[in-house]
């Protein structure tokens, strides 16, 4: 029997199956993604911004610092949730928001909420209240709407600002969020 499992192995190895898994990089934590030329996997325009953020991600646990978006964490770095950091930039990439905190140092927008305190105007259709609860809220996305509409015109104080797959929501307080282009 182990003389059977040998002759496998190195019929495995002639065939080069072995080796091809070897030979390619893999971003298996994030996107699983195999990347065999080991290039930067994104081009976007990064913009500038001056905001600081806050880590919003399950009690206790953090969250990881990125070299560039979607490609590698830097071992070991995590910033934990709760904690407060000033951003520069911020690029979206494949649907998702990244934020830079200065030099290659990048982390990913669904996990933070962004301070905010302004007032805004319903736009010219209904805007939908929606409600973030347990998981979904970790995993960046809304929960079903609730019975409540807010009137074209209506002026409305936002609290908190979170990043959702390239939109925006607001969050009016009780957890009572709406995407941000409902408003003018």
Do not use: C
């Not at 646990?61 to 910033?79: C, E, F, M, Q, R």
């Not at 996990?111 to 960046?140: E, F, Q």
């Amino acid at each position: 029997m182990k003389k059977l499992m040998v002759v496998a192995a190195a019929l495995l190895g002639l065939s080069g199956v072995g080796m091809a898994a070897q030979s390619a990089q893999v971003n298996a934590a994030t996107t699983g993604v195999v990347n065999p030329t080991k290039t930067i996997p994104w081009t976007t325009k990064v913009t500038p911004v001056k905001t600081v953020v806050q880590i919003d991600y399950r009690p206790g646990y953090g969250i990881a610092v990125w070299s560039s978006p979607n490609n590698t964490a830097i071992k070991g770095k995590t910033l934990k949730t709760g904690t407060k950091w000033r951003v520069f930039a911020q690029a979206n990439i494949d649907g998702q928001t990244w934020y830079n905190l200065g030099g290659n140092q990048w982390i990913i927008g669904i996990y933070l909420t962004i301070p905010a305190n302004k007032t805004v105007t319903v736009g010219s259709n209904p805007a939908t209240v929606r409600k973030l609860s347990g998981l979904d809220k970790y995993d960046g996305q809304l929960l079903s709407a609730t019975a409540k509409e807010l009137r074209p015109g209506t002026k409305w104080h936002v609290y908190e600002v979170k990043s959702f797959n390239e939109a925006l929501i607001y969050n009016l307080g009780g957890n009572q969020w709406v995407k941000a282009d409902q408003f003018k």
